[in-house]
């Protein structure tokens, strides 16, 4: 079940940017662990936070909030038309979420993979001397190529609407490849000015990506059984 992350930070669904801002900064400060707060609690405001403060993971989320709310509003009263009516059989729903597993999570997740995998070993080569121009240019080729992949990501991604069935696993998609395309913007800034915090915060979100990537395989394996 996919989480409200409005409620999650106390707010309505029509909250304005600036009303967002607000309580995630009110929340964050009251339970930070540090003042004594709870860690799930706390990354649960970040969790919601950055999906609602990005505009594009925002409007997917939105979307997909607005299916399951539509999809939920079934009765007794009006299922049977509801089925008889719809545009597709529960056998050609499952067809369709088998073909968007096969033609967009698959080939996705294995672009993913050939991001992540590699990362460790580049940058253990690289602190060999990161300022050796053979090691630094090797580091920018991965980023390069890697980049390459993700935009390849995103394509599919937008190719086919994820079915409203699986819109939850879709998500997950989504906020990991995302996390990986801005981990290798933060990794990009460090080749150009050796800032070790782009360094750290890169490996951190592919980190998280990674997290995601393990989470979606578990899913997959219900989805399709």
Known sequence: ?????????????????SEIKSSY?????????????????FLAIQDAWETLNDPIKKEQYDKTLLSLNQSSNFNNENWAEKVNTTKY??????????????????????????IIKPLNQEIKELSADPYDEELM????????????????????????????????????????FSQVKDALSELDKYTQGYVDDYLF?????????????L???????????
């Open 25 to 41: 900064r009110r929340l964050v400060k009251q339970h930070h662990p540090d003042t004594g707060g709870e860690k799930d609690r």
């Open 137 to 176: 240019d090797k580091f920018c080729s991965y980023i390069n190529l890697s980049q390459k992949k993700i935009e390849k990501v995103d394509e599919l991604y937008k190719s086919k609407s994820v079915p409203h069935t699986i819109s939850s696993f879709g998500l997950d998609l989504y906020h990991c």
């Open 1 to 17: 079940m996919i989480k409200n992350f409005y409620e999650e930070l106390g707010l309505k669904k029509n909250a304005t940017k």
């Open 201 to 213: 915060d890169g490996k951190e979100m592919m980190q998280e990506a990674k997290r995601i990537q």
């Open 215 to 225: 989470k979606m395989g578990f899913d997959k394996k219900s989805i399709i059984s």
């Open 89 to 114: 059989s529960s056998a050609v729903k499952d067809i369709e979420v088998k073909n968007w597993i096969k033609n967009i999570y698959y080939p996705s997740n294995r672009f993913i993979s050939q």
